[in-house]
C-alpha cells in the first residue's frame, strides 16, 4: 500500500499568526493560554468517531501498523480518521491545546492489536518523533519498579510526576505529545494540565524581570539521552519563538536544578526565583485541567503551550499487568524525526 496523503496542517503554510483561528475560541482569547476554571468540556473533550475505529479495524486486520515505523502500511483512505485527527489539529494551535478523547476499543483489542493501531494513527497523525537517543519512537509508560534519578524518567516509575514538559533537554522539543491509555492504575494516577503560557505571562505582569530572565539560557540535565562521551547537559531558553515567530516554552524545575548541580555551576538568583514562582503559579489549583485517562482514550497536549502532570498510582488489579500508556511525540516541522532534530 502506498503512504496516506498528509493532513493538510494549517501551520504549514506559515502565514497563519497565531490569533487566526478556523473556529471560535469560547473562552480563550489567545490560543494555548486559559485558566481551567473557565473552559468547559467542549474546549477539550472530544469523542473517536465510531467511523474512524472501523476504520482503524479494517487497516488493523490488512496488516497496517505492523511497526511503528511502517509508514508506507498506511492506507490511503481513511477519512474519518483524518477528519478526526484534523480536527485535533486545530484543537492544538487554535485551541486550549489540550485534547482528550475517548474511546477506542483496546479492551477488545489487546495490547498488541493495540499497539499497532496506536503506530497507525500516530503515522496517520503525522511523523512521530524519536524519544530516545537509541531511536524509540512508541515509548512505553508504565512502572518498572524505578525510582527518578538522574537517567531514569519518572514515567517509568509509579511516583508523582510534577508539572513538566515533555523533552525539554532538547533543542526543539515536540510540539504535540500523544497519550494512549491501554490499561489504567487501580487507584491514582490522575492527570493535571496547566496553561504554561498564561504562568509566564501572570509572572511578568509581576515581575518582568523574573520573565525575561527566562528568555535567556538555562542548563538542563538531558537524562542520560545522549551519545557516550557526550555533555550531560545542555543550554536552552525556557521561553523562545520558533522560525515560523510562534511562541515557544519549556519547563521541567527538576531537569533546571540537576542541570546546574550536573554542570557545576550555582543557579543565578533572578532563574532560581523565577523558576520558584513558576512551581508556586502552577500549584494554584483553578489552574488544573484535571481528568483521568481510562482504558481507550486519548490525551493530545500542546508541549511548548501546556505543561501536564501525574498523580502516583497503584497498581491494577491483580494479574492484570501494569498501568500502561503508549507515547507518541509530534514535531510538526518537517525538518527531520531525530531526538535532537
Known sequence: ??????????????????????????????????YAGKLCDEDWRMTVPAAAVDELDRALDAGSGDTPDAVSRVPEAMPALQAFLGAV??????????????????????????RRAVALMAHVMGPPTQQTHDGVILYT????????????????????????????????PPWVVALYCLRQARQGGLSRCVSLRALVEDLASEDAALAERLTRDLWWHRQAEHAAGDTPVSRHPMVW?????????????????????TAGEPMDLPARRALERLEALSQESHRWLQYRLEAGDVAWINNRWCVHARTGFKAV???????????????FDGDGVALDG
Do not use: K
Not at 497565531?18 to 489567545?30: C, F, M, N, V
Open 1 to 34: 500500500m502506498s503512504t496516506a496523503a498528509p493532513i493538510p496542517y494549517p501551520w504549514h503554510a506559515g502565514a497563519l499568526g497565531e490569533e487566526d483561528s478556523p473556529t471560535p475560541l469560547g473562552a480563550i482569547a489567545t490560543p494555548g493560554r486559559w
Open 89 to 114: 489539529q486545530a484543537s492544538m494551535f487554535h485551541g486550549t491545546g489540550v485534547a482528550v478523547a475517548g474511546r477506542l476499543p483496546v479492551a477488545e483489542w489487546g495490547v498488541e492489536r493495540a
Open 141 to 172: 509508560v508504565e512502572d518498572r519498579g524505578l525510582r527518578p534519578g538522574p537517567g531514569v524518567r519518572r514515567s517509568l516509575t509509579n511516583v508523582e510526576q510534577p508539572f513538566h514538559s515533555d523533552g525539554p533537554w532538547v533543542a526543539r
Open 241 to 261: 519563538h520558533d522560525a515560523a515567530g510562534r511562541w515557544c516554552g519549556r519547563f521541567y524545575a527538576d531537569y533546571v536544578q540537576s542541570g546546574y548541580r
Open 317 to 331: 488489579a491483580p494479574g492484570a499487568g501494569p498501568r500502561l500508556l503508549m507515547r507518541v511525540w509530534h514535531r
